[in-house]
T-cell receptor
Framework: AQTVTQSQPEMSVQEAETVTLSCTYD???????LFWYKQPPSRQMILVIR??????QNATENRFSVNFQKAAKSFSLKISDSQLGDTAMYFC?????????????FGKGTRLSVIA | NAGVTQTPKFQVLKTGQSMTLQCAQD?????MYWYRQDPGMGLRLIYY???????DKGEVPNGYNVSRLNKREFSLRLESAAPSQTSVYFC?????????????FGAGTRLSVL
């Protein structure tokens, strides 16, 4: 079974600074997908970024980028120019690529606080 | 565009009571999911449905039943609620695999069982 580990329960960062959230995972699959979801105080789950394991290029979405190290099974999220609105729980998640019904396996989350 | 709609948003039950959490999506997605979120535990899969008429157990199915009523709707039922089922419940849907494998979530239902 796949497992996802987020080793940082809580983090804080000054506004406009850069922060990196860590995620490691365990799988015997060679092809899969990785995700970062954001959960603000509103409780809504919002997709931040997605990475396909067979793509070597790291995914980027505006101020959000990932450092995907397949051999090390590591998938960290970097937030640049942090904003107060980035304050949220962040979840790393894994998905097998097979048929359409494969669910997500989540880490326990990292609570990020952006300080003015 | 409503996306994934969950009802109710909040619910308080007494131990032993039953209730059904409703979920509907308007994106014509094939797969639907129910997760629960507990403090310090992340989201854990309860049940999922690949298509209308099919359901499968996830990581924590005990105490729950589900019904995929049609392609749009996927309900979660607690037959006899227990305090251990106090949690936030999320419904999600997905179009398919590959490039269509992004899961979209509802706003969640906060359930308290006293």
């Amino acid at each position: 079974a796949q497992t996802v580990t987020q080793s940082q329960p809580e983090m804080s960062v000054q506004e406009a600074e850069t922060v990196t959230l860590s995620c490691t995972y365990d799988t015997s699959e060679s092809n899969y997908y990785l995700f970062w979801y954001k959960q603000p105080p509103s409780r809504q789950m919002i997709l931040v970024i997605r990475q396909e394991a067979y793509k070597q290029q790291n995914a980027t979405e505006n101020r959000f980028s990932v450092n995907f190290q397949k051999a090390a099974k590591s998938f960290s999220l970097k937030i640049s120019d942090s904003q107060l609105g980035d304050t949220a729980m962040y979840f790393c998640a894994f998905m097998k690529p097979y048929s359409g019904n494969t669910p997500l396996v989540f880490g326990k989350g990292t609570r990020l606080s952006v300080i003015a | 565009n409503a996306g994934v709609t969950q009802t109710p948003k909040f619910q308080v039950l007494k131990t032993g009571q039953s209730m059904t959490l409703q979920c509907a999506q308007d994106m014509n997605h094939n797969s639907m999911y129910w997760y629960r979120q507990d403090p310090g535990m992340g989201l854990r899969l309860i049940y999922y449905s690949a298509s209308e008429g099919t359901t499968d157990k996830g990581e924590v199915p005990n105490g729950y039943n589900v019904s995929r009523l049609n392609k749009r709707e996927f309900s979660l039922r607690l037959e006899s609620a227990a305090p251990s089922q106090t949690s936030v419940y999320f419904c999600a849907s997905k179009a398919g695999g590959g490039a269509k494998n992004i899961q979209y979530f509802g706003a969640g239902t906060r359930l308290s069982v006293l």
